[in-house]
């Protein structure tokens, strides 16, 4: 892969990723502030600056090593948490699943509105490949976010909401995974398990329907 296309790619994946982790991570905390954690808003985390929810090791060494060490087959990479006191929250079993579901919540809408722009520019005769690249690059991104966030084991978000679901007992034998959480979902990633029996099904699905969804606006515009 030469150096010019290197460029190319970041350059049209920088916004997408950029609001995908931005607006993922700013509505973990202004659902945890809904229903009742203040702890994002006092750190000043209940933000749409990025800067604040770059993490400089997650967000951009790692996908550069990863990139440049697969040549684009294999990315990873991870925002800086927002932090949510589950204690504080008005009823905490059932407030951290509307907290967790936040985050995939806003990827989805994300996934949508890149989708409708993509749409729209292609109904309007625009032919300019980088916006369209951009727009396909925000609905790959956002269906990335959705569906490994949703991955059910702590600490993602899907094992969150698992704790949330799940009756008192197994709620609390799931939660003893949290501390070896990160390290069990990368050895699942690296040996392509949550790839090929989570992620890419997923995926797949979410994008299905969207473009269910989404049918009476592409009949209106094509």
């Known amino acids: 892969m030469d150096f010019a296309q290197i460029v190319q790619t970041v350059a049209i994946y920088a916004i997408p990723v950029l609001f995908a982790i931005t607006l993922h991570e700013a509505a973990h905390g202004y659902a945890a502030r809904h229903f009742g954690d203040h702890t994002a808003a006092m750190m000043g985390r209940i933000t749409l600056n990025p800067v604040k929810h770059i993490d400089p090791l997650g967000t951009i060494a ?94 993602l978000d899907g094992g969150r909401i698992l704790v949330g679901v799940l009756p008192w007992k197994q709620a609390a034998l799931v939660s003893r995974v949290e501390p070896w959480g990160f390290f069990i979902v990368m050895a699942l990633v690296i040996t392509g398990v949550v790839g090929t029996l989570w992620l890419r099904p997923l995926m797949m699905l979410t994008n299905s329907a969207i473009e269910v969804l989404l049918t009476p606006l592409r009949m209106l515009l094509f």
């Open 62 to 155: 790692m996908p550069l090593l990863l990139y440049f060490a697969t040549s684009g087959a294999f990315l990873f990479g991870y925002a800086k948490p927002v932090p949510v006191n589950f204690g504080r929250l008005r009823n905490p079993k059932r407030d951290m699943i509307w907290v967790a579901l936040a985050g995939p919540g806003a990827n989805l809408f994300q996934a949508i509105a890149w989708t409708v722009l993509l749409y729209v520019l292609v109904a309007s005769g625009v032919e300019e490949d980088f916006f369209l690249q951009m727009c396909r690059a925000g609905l790959l991104v956002n269906l990335v976010m959705f569906a490994f966030n949703l991955f059910p084991l702590p600490p």
